[in-house]
């Protein structure tokens, strides 16, 4: 494939196990109901693109989640007037991002420590 | 979580509206995408590129998107169902004879499984029945032993092991008023009601005031008697009905006061109970140890174990013993047994036979769906090659398949049900009445309750899976990509059908296998009907005359009532015949001792026991027993003349071998009467009561001499029964209009019912075999035209060849006659091997026959080789009228 004009595609890309996927959901609406492809760019954005998410596999993600009721979704308009769906974070998912995000800290800390001591 | 359950739900029901859902959100990433690379500096292509490139492959979204759903699994089983349902409907008559068969087979075993549950699985209806027990006394010589009142009195007392104990007996009473009818009673003790756990529906059980002989008699009636004669009136309680006692049990006649209803439904191991009353024995009957009256004695036990209880009753039974009579050698045994092995142990066996008739049906049924869905597999393997081709995984195909089995058993199994829900009728058909009336409901209680459906469904999941292997042995995906190639005829040209050859040779073998265990028990049962018992099988109809105890207490009345009737039969224009006995033959029962002046110890107690018989003149020769030496009786013996008897073959040679008895005297005893001497006056041929006994020794006397307080009385005459019944009845009731004609036992009888009693066991395997063998014989046959077919089918290109080669109509038909032979002789040759090693467990069951039975077998054989040729007619036709040209063309 040839150059072209735009954004270049990072070399190093990491992947995703999926738990984390769910949590990085979680976060991403966190602040406000999003569309989906609102989730995928602040992911990207976030992470700086360093993250490889499969855009296409959000979409599944978003149902699971839904269905295990930790998001809710609607349908609205969007920015641009077009019908979009959005998701939003529920108490039970804001009481999930809570755990999952203390428990991610402790596990990245203690591997780090691991590591560290050599 | 709800949140969960309705998504699920959203998913199945608004399928389509879930998947557009999904496509917009995808095609507004998609926008928000390009857009936001346009607004970057893309160009629009390249935008668009890029943005499906990072979106990912859509169809791989919406497959991960759809697992994601959770209905995964529900949406492929309703694809492959309704996927299933458009290959059946597709061949409906394959289709239709499929389900039929299933139907037929699934049909057959819940049936069988109904009755086998309503007699051995049900519970009994009685509360807790497992912890009752019938307790039974064995005599020196063998027989089953009544109690006397003292007897049941001391069990109950002396036990350390028994809850709760009670004794009764069955009674023949009659009731006069308003009209006439024989009554069936419960002598019972004390603790009766206790031990069944029955409680009165209204009024009140027995106390003890009710078990006083001084007190007024007070009786309980029974659901059906109040709601029949009574009209369900609640102002039964307190009324008297007038009841005549049987003449064994002296003071039951008399005024009874109603005190209670028992409920409904009550069921005390026979067909029906009309009233209970209490067991109120006068000091003589309880003294006398020789009345024995207690018939059945039932314990309800709740921790001890059947042999526990039984060594303790032995124990007391020892110690009576040993008081009456200490020098007393041989005891009496006690034998203890549930009441459902009482009841219907005897039955065991042939419910086995039946149970096992009807699964080797359904295992036929199920070969010929796998047979229709292996040639159907067989067929579609082009179909399969491609979809393999493309993509779709094996176990995919794989559990196509076997939904269109499951489809079908599905199908066959509801069938199966309903089959199952008509055929009550046909249970009472083929099962005889008198095992079916031993049943708590009779016939009418067979229903479907959780254990048959459980059974049902079991069934069915076995065919599905029995008949699904077929197909999946047949389906070969290692040869896919060979068999894109082929065209359908050269597929099927190519397998040269081994796996159905087997399925039809299995079948037959199980066809045959199954005709000739019918056939072994038919030849039985005509074995059995036909063997000479020396007594004349008539039309006629038997009735039994229970005498009203209060009006005949005199021998002169008995014999006057006797006579008098017998005239008035014979006056009756529709009777030919009429002779009268006191207790048919073959009841073991009403025995005396008898001892000759050459061939008794001393003791009258010692002399043998000899079945004794009052009988009319008339009875020896209406039932064809002919004379051997001696005479007849004659009018000559009438009351007060001297005391002669008549005795039987058996009888004379025992007591005077090798001389004439005629003119020897000779004593008897009963446990009633003092010793009485009577003159030999002839001697007659034997009887027997049953195929399988010896004859037995009689001693016959005349009525007038011995007026019995019952008689059974046969007439024969050229109406039908209801005719015959109404003459009768003018008859008899001409002398006396309060005389009941018939028992609660039943009758009036044809003399053939009678003798058939005997043979309820053996009819009952003898028509469920035949009936499981026809519908063995057709579903074989069936396979084997289905099979046939197919070959031909298969084979018309070769067919076209040959018959463009010269050959003639007959030539390819015998190709076809030649190949049914083939497979009906490996079927039948099988089906041989398998009959001789199963007709070894039949042994038990047969009579007259071996189990090797070389005729038998031969016309099993026979029959199946006939039925094979018969179906081979269509096809054979078939390849006859095949076009050559037509053939070649064909794919």
Not at chain 2, 360 to 374: D, E, K, P, Q, R
Not at chain 2, 579 to 597: H, K, L, N
Not at chain 2, 635 to 657: G, K, L, M, N
Not at chain 2, 824 to 850: D, K, N, P, S
Request: charged content about 20%; proline content about 5%.
């Amino acid at each position: 494939m040839s150059k072209r004009k735009g954004t270049a595609m990072p070399d190093k890309r990491l992947e995703l196990p999926q738990g984390t996927l769910d949590l990085l959901i979680l976060k991403a609406v966190a602040l406000q109901p999003r569309h989906g492809w609102e989730i995928s760019e602040r992911l990207r954005q976030i992470s700086s693109s360093t993250l490889s998410v499969r855009q296409g596999s959000l979409y599944p993600a978003l149902h699971r989640l839904e269905r295990r009721g930790w998001l809710k979704s609607r349908w609205g308009t969007s920015e641009n007037n077009r019908r979009a769906r959005y998701y939003e974070l529920t108490r039970s998912g804001r009481a999930r991002l809570e755990s999952e995000t203390s428990a991610w800290r402790r596990l990245a800390a203690s591997v780090a420590q691991v590591l560290q001591s050599a | 979580m709800l949140t969960d359950v309705l998504l699920r739900l959203r998913s199945i029901f608004k399928r389509d509206t879930v998947e557009r859902e999904l496509d917009d959100e995808l095609q507004f990433h998609l926008e928000q995408q390009v857009n936001s690379y346009v607004n970057a500096g893309l160009d629009a292509d390249e935008a668009r590129r890029r943005a499906h490139l990072e979106l990912g492959n859509p169809e791989q979204i919406r497959e991960e998107h759809r697992d994601a759903r959770g209905v995964r699994a529900l949406e492929d089983l309703a694809r492959d169902l309704r996927y299933a349902a458009r290959q059946l409907k597709r061949a409906p008559g394959f289709t239709f004879l499929s389900v039929m068969a299933l139907a037929l087979g699934i049909g057959a075993t819940v049936t069988a499984f109904k009755v086998v549950n309503a007699v051995f699985l049900r519970p009994l209806p009685f509360e807790r029945s497992g912890e009752l027990y019938r307790l039974t006394k064995i005599s020196p010589s063998g027989t089953a032993q009544w109690l006397t009142v003292h007897e049941l009195n001391r069990w109950q007392d002396e036990n350390r092991t028994v809850a709760k104990m009670a004794g009764f007996t069955v009674m023949d009473f009659n009731l006069r008023r308003p009209e006439p009818e024989g009554l069936l009673v419960v002598w019972a003790s004390q603790s009766f009601l206790d031990v069944f756990g029955t409680r009165p529906q209204l009024g009140r059980g027995f106390g003890p005031i009710d078990f006083d002989p001084r007190s007024d008699k007070t009786a309980l009636i029974s659901h059906e008697m109040w709601r029949r004669r009574y009209a369900a009136d609640p102002a039964i309680i307190g009324l008297q009905v007038d009841l005549e006692g049987p003449t064994f049990l002296s003071q039951s006649s008399g005024r009874y006061r109603i005190i209670g209803v028992l409920p409904p439904h009550f069921w005390l191991f026979h067909s029906r109970t009309d009233f209970v009353i209490p067991m109120r024995p006068s000091a003589e009957q309880l003294n006398d140890s020789t009345q024995r009256l207690v018939e059945t004695v039932i314990a309800r036990h709740e921790a001890a174990t059947p042999e526990v209880v039984r060594s303790d009753i032995a124990a007391i039974t020892r110690q009576i013993e040993r008081e009456a009579s200490p020098s007393q050698t041989q005891p009496a045994s006690i034998e203890v047994r549930s009441i459902r092995e009482w009841q219907f142990g005897d039955l065991r066996q042939s419910f086995l036979f039946m149970m096992a008739t009807t699964a080797l049906v359904a295992l036929i049924a199920c070969a010929n769906v796998s047979l229709v869905l292996i040639s159907r597999t067989i067929y579609r393997q082009r179909e399969f090659a491609i979809r393999l081709a493309v993509g779709a995984g094996r176990s995919r195909v794989v559990r196509q398949l076997l939904t269109e089995s499951a489809l079908l058993s599905a199908l066959g199994g509801f069938g199966g049900i309903l089959v199952a829900a008509g055929a009550s009728g046909m249970v009472g058909v083929l099962i005889p009445s008198q095992i079916m009336n031993r049943v708590p409901g009779g016939v009418e209680s067979l229903s479907i309750d959780g254990r048959v459906v459980t059974v049902a469904l079991v069934a069915t999941v076995l065919a599905a899976l029995v008949s699904g292997l077929g197909s999946l042995l047949a389906f070969r995906p290692s040869q896919s990509f060979q068999n894109l190639h082929q065209t359908t005829q050269g597929l099927a040209a190519a397998n040269r059908v081994p796996l159905q050859s087997v399925l039809v040779i299995s079948q037959t073998a199980l066809a045959v296998t199954l005709l000739i265990a019918a056939g072994l028990l038919s030849r039985s049962l005509i074995e059995l009907n036909s063997i000479d018992l020396g007594i004349r099988e008539r039309e006629g109809l038997v009735v039994w005359i229970n005498l009203n105890q209060s009006r005949y207490p005199k021998d002169e009345d008995r014999i006057r009532f006797y006579r008098t009737v017998f005239e008035r039969l014979n006056m009756q224009p529709e009777i030919r015949h009429a002779s009268g006995v006191d207790m048919p033959f073959y009841f073991e029962w009403q025995t005396v001792r008898a001892g000759t002046e050459t061939n008794a110890p001393t003791e009258p107690s010692r002399w043998p026991e000899v079945l004794a018989r009052a009988v009319t003149s008339t009875y020896f020769e209406r039932h064809g027993i002919h004379l051997v030496a001696g005479r007849y009786f004659t009018e000559q013996d009438y009351f007060r003349a001297s005391p002669v008897a008549i005795v039987s073959q058996t009888f004379a040679e025992r007591h005077w071998p090798g001389v004439n008895p005629v003119g020897r005297q000779l004593r008897t005893v009963s446990d009633s009467s003092q010793p009485a001497s009577t003159t030999v006056v002839g001697v007659v041929s034997d009887i027997r009561s049953g195929p399988h006994q010896p004859p037995k020794p009689i001693v016959y006397r005349p009525f007038e001499q011995l007026p019995p307080p019952w008689m059974y009385i046969t007439i024969e005459g050229g109406r039908d029964a209801e005719g015959l019944f109404s003459a009768i009845r003018r008859a008899v009731w001409s002398v006396d209009p309060d005389q009941p004609l018939d028992g609660a036992s039943g009758g009036p009888w044809t003399l053939g019912e009678m003798l058939s009693d005997r043979t309820e066991r053996p009819r009952l395997i003898a028509r469920v075999g035949i009936a499981l063998a026809g519908v063995a014989l057709l579903l074989a046959a069936i396979g084997v035209f289905g099979l046939l077919s197919y070959s031909v089918a298969r084979r018309t290109s070769e067919f076209g060849v040959r018959i463009a080669l010269g050959a003639s109509a007959h030539n390819v038909r015998s190709l076809v006659v030649r190949r049914t032979i083939t497979l009906t002789g490996a079927g039948i040759a099988l089906g041989f091997c398998v009959a001789v090693f199963i007709t070894r467990f039949l042994e038990g069951m047969l009579f007259g026959v071996t189990p090797l039975d070389p005729v038998t077998f031969m016309a099993a054989a026979f029959v199946f080789l006939a039925v094979s040729l018969l179906a081979s007619l269509v096809p054979a036709r078939r390849a006859m009228a095949v076009s050559p040209l037509v053939a070649l063309r064909t794919d």
